[in-house]
């Protein structure tokens, strides 16, 4: 079985200052994380995931995240964040397994103040 | 690329009656598509897995027989909220899943019901 945890419901930040979203895993077999964006009454976008290989990564608009098994962990970072990073975000963990669906955390709505 | 798209992305109908919404991918062949259920505020939930020529597998908790998942082709699949209510009322998304690919998952833009 897999499920995801993301710490903190709301984060709020500075333009300008660091953005760092949390987000735990656990999983029985070798996990595939992924991070989504998600903007009002739209669908989802790939933020960036982690496979195999690097353990950090890096995606679109800026953010990375680092995947560490030994802390379950695959937090997302922003060393500057943009009014434009407003938004809800989605960790997800998936397998290599055939036919696995992604499984959600319940999300982070981040805010910016200028 | 891989697109995904959904039809239609709003629809408002009345309680009793049902809708159709169809999840396509356009440029690409999906052997499985996702079907998941997202409520103001929440988190997707995983609502039914459909494989191409084969019958839905439902999570559990989910009505196969008020939620009607057909996937007939390899770029379409349809959710059909049979008898909707109000509490049927929510954004829909679907997500295919290319052939040659055991996890990437591409994300329609949603479908967002009202049932009045």
């Known amino acids: 079985a897999q499920s995801v945890t993301q710490l903190g419901s709301h984060v709020s930040v500075s333009e300008g200052a660091l953005v760092l979203l949390r987000c735990n895993y656990s999983?029985?077999?070798?996990?595939?994380l992924f991070w989504y964006v998600q903007y009002p009454n739209q669908g989802l976008q790939l933020l960036l995931k982690?496979?195999?290989?690097?353990?950090l990564v890096k995606g679109i608009n800026g953010f990375e995240a680092e995947f560490k098994k030994s802390e379950t962990s695959f937090h997302l970072t922003k060393p500057s964040a943009h009014m434009s990073d407003a938004a809800e975000y989605f960790c997800?963990?998936?397998?290599?397994?055939?036919?696995?669906?992604?499984?959600f955390g319940k999300g982070t709505t981040l805010s910016l103040s200028s | 690329g891989a697109v995904v798209s959904q039809h239609p992305s709003r629809v408002i109908c009345k309680s009793g009656t049902s809708v159709k919404i169809e999840c396509r991918s356009l440029?690409?062949?999906?052997?499985?598509m996702f079907w998941y259920r997202q409520f103001p505020k929440k988190s997707l939930m995983l609502m039914a897995t459909?494989?191409?020529?084969?019958?839905?597998?439902?999570e559990q908790g989910v009505e196969k027989d008020k939620f009607l998942i057909n996937h007939a082709s390899l770029t379409l699949s349809t959710l059909t909220v049979t008898s909707a209510h109000p509490e049927d009322s929510s954004f829909y998304i679907c997500?295919?899943?290319?052939?040659?690919?055991?996890?990437?998952?591409?994300f329609g833009p949603g479908t967002r019901l009202t049932v009045t």
């Open positions: 997500s295919a899943r290319k052939r040659d690919s055991s996890y990437e998952q591409y």
């Open positions: 999983s029985s077999v070798p996990p595939y």
């Open positions: 459909s494989n191409e020529g084969s019958k839905a597998t439902y």
């Open positions: 440029d690409f062949q999906a052997t499985t």
């Open positions: 997800a963990v998936s397998s290599n397994q055939a036919g696995t669906a992604l499984i």
């Open positions: 982690y496979t195999t290989g690097a353990t």
